[in-house]
């Protein structure tokens, strides 16, 4: 029988420790690969290459410039190298490398790292974003959030991810989807104004400003919506009936002092009442007009006295408030602070004597808003102009409204609003489109025309005569 052979020992001198049977020779650690060659430009010649994309007409384009994609810590962009030139692109190559390897990805331009040439929908309204603050005239914040949103919502409705995705067909798809999941009980022109405010929001994100920006910084697109049409079914402004201004006029008044005849919200009376002629608005419920409402009085005020914009009565402050020499004017400011007008210019506004004296009226403490209130939080969506600084005070003034025939049982609307449209008609008429497109602060005597102004009495005409 065999035994084993078991290892002899050396049991000389150092060796004993050497050569026991439990050792173990222990690994040496793995170190990160290294690239060989990556310090020399012909290892980045080789890593050159140029981007192309696909026009409107489905023909490839080949950007002239290099691009190489460069990685570190765990990220890789692309990065244009700015020259058409395979040596220099080699070196730029390989000096962005080095920085970036000593500095981080803050050595590399932000116009450098590019955009694939198919981003998607995401990155483009990234860029979009950031071109806006590269404009000489940008859009308001909340319009280029508007803007954003409508893209994007398009896009979902089109099951579009990518940019170059987007085109006349993928259009027509999220419109068909769009109509397809609209609730039946509302109607077709509700649909239609729907669809052409999206369509109008979604394609001024490929406005030619916008677009020029964003070829600077490394990304060239097409605007997909040329020849997009966006037909509005929008009627005509029809001015109220004159019980309705007049009970409005009547009661104003007691905006600024309480009305002791107003209902108690707290009553299980009101609330049935309320839901009969508000439908479900339980955030409004709890206002209280037995109580004094001076902000809501002065924004009545702003929208029918001078015909101010929403966001206008939000930022007025009583520094626009002018008295020249007897005559009075509401001054809007092409721009002060966060606040930029529609359109983005202002304008001045004759105002009657009793408007003027009646906004000094409601003036109840040292706010410099004639709505009252402070500056809005740094932090809030109104800082950056996204939302109402008072938006309580639109919900009071819009409610008591409602209660008096303006948009009347209404699911949805803007009953202030509609006062501007009745005080664009008024000027209208008397005093011609002009003076009622400059106090609306319309680019377009279209606008004032087609939506604002009609007609609040039609001249008596004396021309006719039958002789004989």
């Known amino acids: 029988m065999e035994t084993r052979n078991e290892p002899k020992l050396d049991t000389t001198g150092d060796n004993l420790e050497k050569c026991q049977v439990d050792d173990k020779t222990e690994k040496p650690v793995k170190r990160g690969r290294v690239r060989s060659g990556e310090g020399s430009a012909a290892y980045w010649r080789a890593r050159l290459f140029r981007n192309s994309y696909r026009d409107r007409d489905g023909n490839t384009v080949e950007i002239p410039e290099y691009y190489v994609r460069l990685r570190h810590e765990g990220i890789t962009k692309r990065v244009r190298l700015h020259s058409s030139e395979k040596e220099a692109s080699a070196e730029a190559a390989l000096t962005l490398s080095q920085r970036l390897a000593a500095e981080g990805w803050s050595a590399v331009h932000a116009g450098q790292a590019r955009l694939p040439a198919s981003p998607s929908i995401e990155d483009f309204c990234a860029e979009y974003e950031k071109a806006v603050l590269s404009m000489r005239k940008a859009p308001r914040p909340v319009s280029v959030l508007n803007y954003v949103r409508c893209l994007k ?58 677009r020029e920006v964003m070829e600077r910084n490394g990304l060239k697109v097409e605007n997909p919506f040329v020849g997009i049409e966006r037909s509005q079914e929008i009627k005509r402004y029809e001015p109220l009936k004159p019980e309705i ?109 009793e408007v003027y004296d009646a906004l000094n009226q409601s003036r109840k403490d040292a706010s410099p808003y004639i709505i009252g209130g402070g500056d809005p939080d740094p932090e809030s969506k109104a800082a950056s102009g996204l939302d109402y600084r008072c938006p309580m ?76």
């Not at 099951?159 to 039946?184: F, H, M, P, T, W």
């Not at 999206?198 to 400003?209: E, H, M, T, V």
């Not at 209902?263 to 709890?286: S, Y």
């Open 245 to 353: 201004i007049d009970r409005v006029m009547r009661d104003a008044p007691l905006l600024l002092t309480g009305d002791p005849n107003a209902q108690n919200p707290a009553t299980t009376l009101f609330a049935k009442q309320h839901k009969k002629a508000h439908g479900k608005l339980p955030q409004w419920r709890d206002i209280d007009f037995r109580e004094p409402h001076p902000d809501a009085y002065a924004a009545l005020l702003l929208g029918y006295g001078a015909g101010l914009r929403a966001n206008e009565i939000d930022q007025a402050k009583w520094e626009w408030l002018k008295d020249e020499d007897g005559v009075c004017f509401v001054e809007i400011p092409d721009e002060q602070g966060n606040f930029r007008p529609k359109g983005g210019e202002g304008r001045k506004i004759r105002i009657q004597r």
């Open 153 to 210: 919502q398009l896009c979902a409705l089109a099951g579009v991810k990518q940019i170059r995705e987007l085109n006349r067909a993928a259009i027509a798809k999220a419109e068909d989807a769009y109509r397809a999941k609209a609730s039946r009980s509302r109607k077709d022109s509700a649909v239609t104004n729907t669809l052409a405010k999206i369509l109008r929001n979604a394609g001024a994100c490929f406005s030619q400003k916008g």
């Open 393 to 468: 005070t639109f919900r009071t003034i819009n409610f008591w409204l409602r209660d008096r025939g303006v948009e009347k049982g209404k699911a949805r609307g803007h009953p202030l609003h509609t006062l501007r449209k009745q005080y664009g008609s008024v000027v209208a008429t008397q005093h011609g489109l002009f003076h009622a497109q400059h106090n609306l602060g319309h680019r377009s005597p279209v606008v004032t025309s087609r939506y604002y102004a009609t007609p609040t009495t039609s001249p008596e005409l004396s021309h006719f005569k039958i002789v004989g």
